[in-house]
């Protein structure tokens, strides 16, 4: 199956940060790729700053080492390649100074869409917007792109979003999740609603609980410093896990347009039951890795041997609405997990009465799992009988779709950055966050936080290469529940 490409209008996409790490690892590469799907007109170009001194050549040479780092396929390539570099240029720019600011309104042209990428420090954010509204270089359609951390609680998510706003309508601003970008994402939001099979059961009544897993098995790898100030719940729960629950548990919106699918997602995190002092020891568990199957601590990775900063957490979320009162939402995220593992499991009740007594004790009854890490694809979990002539046993077996075989062998996805990028070229914010949805999503974690810090609990222990604490498995076990496992 071949993939439909899109069109786009010529753009000017300006990278604050383009020599930095997630330039050259996702947004250079993913901008190849899409040109050579044929998405990125001739007339585009890339203007590419930061404050050290380049030139045009050496920035396309410091492109050209990073496409043969992450996008090795441009080696076979080269004149496609070149054709690439040549888009590039490359402004010297102190975001917090005066200097190079002229010099980029003179690269930059009045009849093509304009877009500032904002990979930089987030501390840098408001100073850019506010550089880029008084120079007049950010006019009335141009777009402005930022990722997390967006912000570390409430106070300081709203206080960016108002530096933001200052410049730039809420049309403009386009905070991505790369969560989002992924085909897995969209597919459930296609697999909900282009379907009429799963709507009528995708509910309270037939829907026992969700897992939502996303499991890594990599440490901090020399993040300590941001890392150990934010901690799994800021790092991933508000943002990552937070997404996915909202579009599993969201209403159908009017139409698949932006406002209509973000406001149904407020929605969701606006009916998440509060968990405070209260309730955060029964719903809540915090671990931190130690050492262990040759791995250092988190402690020693942080470089804080007294740190209480959890790298993995677990939650049994609930949302109160008429949707899904009394199914709970699992979530857990953590480092240096047995594998690196991303999925969304919708488990189903049991049957109202089994006919096959005493056979379905081991059975995780039907479950539909949606995966995105590390391959994207749906797998639909059934109980029939074991085949063979041992009488009426049951057993489960997977119906299976994996995107990447389907779409015609593995690589046919685009990457998650390649699709935002083009979403934003084309101003459509479907798939990234609002403003009021940050927000949201911060005022249901920060009371969690502060009940953590308030009853003074320490992260359990847990060893690298499993599934994290024990607690986190009691957390289903009190409900009779189990987490599906955690394999690659
Ligand atoms: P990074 O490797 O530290 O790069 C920072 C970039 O900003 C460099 O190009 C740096 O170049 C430039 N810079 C720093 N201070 C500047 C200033 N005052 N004016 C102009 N340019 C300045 O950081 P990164 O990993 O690419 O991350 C960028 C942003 O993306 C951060 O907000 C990060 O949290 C977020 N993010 C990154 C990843 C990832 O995979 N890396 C993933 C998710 C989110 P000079 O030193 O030459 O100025």
Redesign the pocket.
Known sequence: MVSRVIPVEPFDLVI????????R??ILPGLFRRMVAGQMPPESRVIG????ELTDAEFRAMADAALSEFAPEADRTPEIRATFLDRLDYVR????GAEGWDELAVRLRPDCVRAFYL????T?FGGIAQRLTETGLATPDSRIVV???LGHDLASARALNAQLARGFSERQIYRIDHYLGKETVQNLMAIRFANALFEPLWNARHVDHVQITVAESIGIEGRGAYYDRAGAMRDMVQNHLMQLLCLTAMEPPAKFAADAVRDEKLKVIRSLEPIGVAEVAERTVRGQYRAGNGFASYAEEAGNPDSRTESFVAIKAGIANWRWSGTPFYLRTGKRLRARLSEIVVVFRDPPHSIFSGQNQALHGNALIIRLQPDEGITLMMTIKDPGPGGMRLTEVPLDMSFAETLGGSGALPDAYERLIMDVIRGDQTLFMRGDEVEAAWAWTDPIIAAWEELGTRPAPYDPGGSGPEDALMLMHRDHRRWREIEA
Do not use: Q
């Open positions: 604050f940060g383009a020599t930095g790490d997630l330039a690892r996702k700053t930061a404050r050290r720019l102190d975001a917090l990979s930089v420090a987030p840098l990722e997390k951390p």
